[in-house]
């Protein structure tokens, strides 16, 4: 499951970040942003527009992400067996 197809105020740990080519600047970034295996993320809220931006929230911040970008999140929902 990615982070983009998480039900709203619903609980789950990181378990990696998609890299979709070498040297990838987008999901180096969202490693750098705290997206890192088994960290704590939470989807807040969805744009008006499309549903995007997505407000997600890992640890005690909160992003805006784009739905592409929150989409190489890959999550385990809290409660769900791998």
Same mark, same amino acid.
């Given at each position: 499951?990615?982070?983009?197809?998480?039900?709203?105020?619903?609980?789950?740990?990181? @378990?990696?970040?998609?890299?979709?080519?070498?040297?990838?600047?987008? #999901?180096? /970034?969202?490693? =750098?942003? !705290?997206? *890192?295996?088994?960290?704590?993320?939470?989807?807040?809220?969805?744009?008006?527009?499309?549903? @995007?931006?997505?407000?997600?929230?890992?640890?005690?911040?909160?992003? #805006?992400? /784009?739905?592409? =970008?929150? !989409?190489? *999140?890959?999550?385990?929902?809290?409660?769900?067996?791998?």
């Amino acid at each position: 499951m990615t982070l983009s197809d998480l039900p709203l105020h619903v609980s789950a740990r990181v @378990e990696n970040v998609q890299d979709l080519h070498p040297n990838d600047a987008i #999901a180096r /970034r969202l490693r =750098e942003l !705290g997206f *890192v295996n088994g960290e704590e993320v939470r989807l807040v809220a969805r744009g008006p527009v499309g549903g @995007e931006p997505l407000l997600c929230q890992v640890g005690f911040t909160r992003f #805006a992400l /784009r739905r592409s =970008e929150a !989409g190489r *999140v890959q999550i385990r929902q809290e409660g769900v067996p791998a």
